[in-house]
């Protein structure tokens, strides 16, 4: 229920998106502090790849910066996190979780790295086990050790191997179909179609779907763009 959801879940006054090299600097010239009243869970939302602003330094260079440039720099920026963490003595015994919204056009599933609580490994393991970001929620509450039944499924209850079907949806705009609001109200979406991509597999699946234009198309009521 929404009742158990925000009994869970805070939201900070201060902002709810960081552009990278502001986070990063930030958290160079202050670090982090602890909190020993309970358990919780943080929730960074950086501006990641969106867009390529950043040197592989993690500093503002808009003129110069690539994709490359800037995934470098979010790996400078979670190094320094993480070894803050560390410096706090708080990294053993945290769950740590690494995702994104998406991935690019030609490859877009998601990453999902997670370091769970004492946990620890000599080299990073990989699983196909075919999860999606609903998973998100459900996995962070689960880490509390709460019962996390009603948000629905974690990563841990998906194995290697599994056939799941899974969704993707892509915006697109589609002459055939009116366009929509964006979401401000002032100007018309640059997208008014939603192409849902259904596929059970794993990446060679979604990518085979994405390939061979293998969705159904849902229209949108508004756009972000």
């Not at 004492?118 to 970001?133: C, D, K, R, V």
């Not at 899974?166 to 697109?172: N, Q, T, V």
């Not at 939603?194 to 085979?208: P, R």
Request: aromatic residues 14%; hydrophobic residues 30%; proline residues 4%.
């Amino acid at each position: 229920s929404n009742a158990t959801y925000t009994s869970i879940v805070s939201y900070p006054e201060n902002t709810i998106l960081h552009a990278n090299y502001d986070f990063y600097n930030h958290l160079i010239e202050n670090g982090l502090t602890t909190d020993s009243s309970g358990n919780y869970f943080i929730i960074q939302h950086l501006n990641g790849t969106h867009e390529f602003t950043t040197d592989e330094n993690c500093q503002f260079d808009a003129q110069n910066a690539t994709c490359q440039s800037t995934v470098k720099g979010i790996f400078t920026m979670l190094e320094a996190y993480l070894n803050e963490l560390k410096t706090l003595g708080v990294y053993d015994d945290s769950t740590i979780i690494i995702t994104s919204d998406h991935g690019d056009v030609e490859y877009p599933q998601i990453i999902f790295f997670i370091k769970e609580k004492q946990e620890s490994h000599e080299l990073l393991n990989g699983t196909n086990a075919p999860i999606t970001l609903d998973e998100l929620v459900p996995t962070i509450v689960q880490s509390l050790d709460k019962d996390y039944s009603e948000f629905g499924y974690s990563i841990h209850d998906f194995y290697p191997d599994q056939q799941r079907e899974r969704l993707l949806y892509i915006r697109d705009y589609d002459a055939s179909y009116p366009d929509v609001p964006r979401y401000d109200g002032i100007s018309s979406g640059g997208s008014n179609v939603y192409h849902l991509y259904n596929y059970t597999g794993n990446i060679d699946d979604q990518i085979n779907a994405l390939q061979n234009y293998q969705y159904t198309t849902i229209p949108m009521v508004d756009s972000y763009f």
